[in-house]
T-cell receptor, first 118, second 113 residues
Framework: AQKITQTQPGMFVQEKEAVTLDCTYD???????LFWYKQPSSGEMIFLIY??????QNATEGRYSLNFQKARKSANLVISASQLGDSAMYFC???????????????FGKGTKLSVKP | DSGVTQTPKHLITATGQRVTLRCSPR?????VYWYQQSLDQGLQFLIQ???????AKGNILERFSAQQFPDLHSELNLSSLELGDSALYFC????????????FGSGTQLSVL
């Protein structure tokens, strides 16, 4: 079963508007971390935001915020005031505890391609 | 700049050949991770090392191997290459094994012809 599901292969948003990218996850571990990464056409993976499973507040980093709904196992990324430079692939990822208590590797979703229209 | 250095950036080779991809983690980072990104499989975790020891293994083929050296740099060796091995290979590093973020290198684009 997929651990990370991103149901939107592609999204369009008008410049200066807000956009929400969906992510749901599946885990039975009580302790885990959720991440969003951005991959522009140049190929590099850029960290955007992190949410821990025990964090009470939703994470925010500048124009990025994570809408964390633990009971629904969703971790949607909200980008406010979209800019042309936000056009990229966006990946949701999760780290679980494994291997004798050490945290495991990042498991990625398939990604959402965001296109910002001028 | 993430601080993670991967070389080479591009690699073109033929089927049946062997190649080595190199990764230098961020200064002070003890964990190194290798990922493969292809159009059909997405981002797949291959293997993780922590301070020289293998810590976790993902979907890594037997033809592939990796190691982390005492200076913490890592190499990913791909042998008996097939057309399907063509992909973008990322190295990432993190300070430890906690929930801290991973810093990714810019990747090595491997083309097997």
């Amino acid at each position: 079963a997929q651990k990370i599901t991103q149901t939107q292969p592609g999204m369009f948003v008008q410049e200066k508007e807000a956009v929400t990218l969906d992510c749901t996850y599946d885990t039975s571990d009580p302790s885990y971390g959720l991440f969003w990464y951005k991959q522009p056409s140049s190929g590099e993976m850029i960290f955007l935001i992190y949410q821990g499973s025990y964090d009470q507040q939703n994470a925010t980093e500048g124009r990025y915020s994570l809408n964390f709904q633990k009971a629904r196992k969703s971790a949607n990324l909200v980008i406010s005031a979209s800019q042309l430079g936000d056009s990229a692939m966006y990946f949701c990822a999760m780290r679980e505890v494994n291997y004798g208590g050490s945290q495991g590797n990042l498991i990625f979703g398939k990604g959402t391609k965001l296109s910002v229209k001028p | 700049d993430s601080g993670v250095t991967q070389t080479p950036k591009h690699l073109i080779t033929a089927t049946g050949q062997r190649v080595t991809l190199r990764c230098s983690p961020r200064s002070g980072d003890l964990s190194v991770y290798w990922y493969q990104q292809s159009l059909d499989q997405g981002l797949q975790f291959l293997i993780q090392y922590y301070n020289g020891e293998e810590r976790a293994k993902g979907n890594i083929l037997e033809r592939f191997s990796a190691q982390q050296f005492p200076d913490l740099h890592s190499e990913l060796n791909l042998s008996s290459l097939e057309l399907g091995d063509s992909a973008l290979y990322f190295c990432a590093s993190s300070a430890g094994q906690g929930f801290e973020k991973l810093f990714f290198g810019s990747g090595t684009q491997l083309s097997v012809l």
